[in-house]
């Protein structure tokens, strides 16, 4: 039986109509997903949510439950690759999916989306929402080895999974045309593009710069493909001319095959390139405490960490990889460097150490276009307003 927290306005189920969201990650559902989940709350929806061990997660099951969303565990684990596991893990969501019984049922990353939605479909969910925030492990890097087997199952698991969605959602357009090239995507299910996952504005509000000297920021899991070598490599060449220049790496590590290991980044630390703070919950403080915000990832789906960094008024330096290359015009608001560039990041970097004047000239572009563009309000209305039109069409 999987676990349950309900808060105190439970509703019947002849009432409301009912939303079950299902992620990766206990904190990706509020600090991602939360603006939605309170935005259906307040369309009169019976909001559901479902992440691994999210019933542990004592502050985002307060912040969930004290906003009326009933909450349950994932029978998952997030980077696990045990293939009974997630098999098993099929039919204990679909058993869940029976006993909810939701009307719109919405999953983002590989698992939820491939699981989620195959037991949805065997539940009978009548709207099934698959969001696509990105390639990850399974389709990134060099296919050699364990992660071409990977790879390979992940493939066929998307494509069988996506014929059973009502509406696809992409957060770029280069992995949905990967998609496409793949053969994974059914002709017959409407695909639409959103940028990203959005930002509250309000909540990563523009702040001033700190005192020089200059300050670099990069915010990610530690993860390989996030790029994190490269801006360690980049900062043992700056450092070499400008050893006031601080660098500084915020995230925990991760579970996932591609992490790096925990003694590789205290070297870095002890060798004086970088300060690691580990994971940290509110990464604001961080954000307001850096000059420039980089991220040289190898591939996103659009990088929320870059979206924050942006509303809090900071320039960016990234890649021109998918997903990272939308948030950054060349030159206005950042740069963008090649994929694993170390020297093109370095220099990048001495650009804003350099003429000063740039930091907060790119900035405030920053700010605007993360008003303008990544308004997690405006993303939450655009998704909305196609779920719920599609939903309408179909029960026509």
Partial sequence: MLDVAT??????????????????????????????????????????ACAPELLR??????????????????PYNRAGLNPFHDIRAFFQLKELFCKVKPQLFLAYTIKPVIWGTLAA?????????????????????TPSGKRRIIQFIARKLYATALKRSNIIFFQNNDDKNDFNRLKLLPKDVPVHIVNGSGVDVDKFPDTPLPPQPVSFLLIARMLGDKGIREFVDAARIVKKKYPHVKFHLVGGLDSNPDSLKQHEIEAWCHEGLIKWHGHQADVR???????????????????????????????????????????VID???????????????????QKFIEDPELIEVMGRRSR????????????????????????KCEEE
């Avoid at 276009?369 to 039109?389: F, G, H, P, R, W």
Wanted: net charge neutral.
């Fill in 121 to 141: 479909a065997a539940a009978q969910v009548e709207m099934r929402v698959s969001l696509i925030t990105g390639l990850g492990y399974a389709f990134t890097g």
């Fill in 285 to 327: 403080p961080f954000i307001q405490s850096c000059h420039v915000f980089v991220l040289p990832s190898y591939r996103e789906g659009t990088p929320r960490s870059v979206l924050e960094a942006m509303s809090m008024g900071r320039a960016i330096i990234t890649t021109d990889a998918p997903g990272c290359r939308e948030t």
């Fill in 331 to 349: 030159g206005d608001n950042g740069y963008r460097v090649l994929v694993k560039a170390v020297e093109p990041l370095a220099l990048a970097m």
């Fill in 368 to 391: 605007t276009i993360a008003v303008e563009k990544y308004d997690v309000m405006k993303i939450n209305q655009i998704m909305l307003t196609n779920i719920l039109s599609l939903q």
């Fill in 7 to 48: 808060s105190s306005c439970f509703r019947q189920k002849s009432g409301p109509m009912v939303f079950l969201i299902l992620g990766s990650s206990s904190s990706s559902l509020v600090n991602f997903r939360g603006q939605l989940l309170l935005d259906l709350a307040h369309r009169g929806y019976e909001v559901h």
């Fill in 57 to 74: 997660d004592k502050a985002a099951l307060d912040w969930l439950v004290s906003n009326g969303i009933i909450c349950h565990n994932a």
